[in-house]
C-alpha cells in the first residue's frame, strides 16, 4: 500500500491503493484522520482509482471520514471508484449521503 496525500488550497486529496483490507483500512484511518486534524480541509476527496480490493472495511473508512471531516465544517468526495467496486459502494448506500462523484457527476444529497 502506497497512498498518497496532496493539497490544493483548502482541499485535501488521498489516493488510496492496494487492497482496502482491515488492516490496510486502519492504517488509512490513521494516516487521513491525522491530516485532517492538522489541515482542516474543506474538502476531502478520497480517490479510489488504484484500489484493487475493498471490503465492509473501506465502507467503515468512508463512513468515519464522512463523520470526521463534516466535524470540522468540510465536505467528503468520494472519486474514481473503479467498476469492480461500484457495486459494493451502491449497496451500502454511500450515493444517498452525496458522497460519491463518478465521470464528473456528483450525486446529490436525498434530503
Given at each position: 500500500?502506497?497512498?498518497?496525500?496532496s493539497?490544493?488550497?483548502?482541499?485535501m486529496?488521498?489516493?488510496?491503493?492496494?487492497?482496502?483490507d482491515?488492516?490496510?483500512?486502519?492504517l488509512?484511518?490513521e494516516?487521513?484522520?491525522?491530516?485532517i486534524?492538522?489541515?482542516?480541509?474543506?474538502?476531502?476527496?478520497?480517490?479510489?482509482?488504484?484500489?484493487?480490493?475493498?471490503?465492509?472495511?473501506?465502507?467503515?473508512?468512508?463512513m468515519?471520514?464522512?463523520?470526521?471531516?463534516?466535524?470540522?465544517?468540510?465536505?467528503?468526495?468520494?472519486?474514481?471508484?473503479?467498476?469492480?467496486?461500484?457495486?459494493?459502494?451502491?449497496?451500502?448506500?454511500?450515493?444517498?449521503?452525496?458522497?460519491?462523484?463518478?465521470?464528473?457527476?456528483?450525486?446529490?444529497?436525498?434530503?
Open positions: 500500500m502506497k497512498d498518497r496525500v493539497f490544493n488550497g483548502n482541499e486529496s488521498y489516493v488510496l491503493s492496494g487492497e482496502l482491515h488492516h490496510s483500512a486502519r488509512a484511518r494516516n487521513i484522520d491525522s491530516l486534524q492538522q489541515k482542516k480541509p474543506s474538502v476531502l476527496r478520497l480517490d479510489f482509482s488504484e484500489v484493487s480490493f475493498m471490503d465492509s472495511s473501506g465502507i467503515g473508512l468512508i468515519g471520514r464522512y463523520r470526521m471531516i463534516h466535524l470540522y465544517g468540510g465536505d467528503l468526495k468520494v472519486v474514481n471508484i473503479p467498476q469492480e467496486l461500484e457495486r459494493i459502494m451502491t449497496l451500502s448506500g454511500l450515493k444517498v449521503l452525496g458522497v460519491i462523484e463518478q465521470k464528473g457527476e456528483v450525486y446529490e444529497n436525498a434530503e
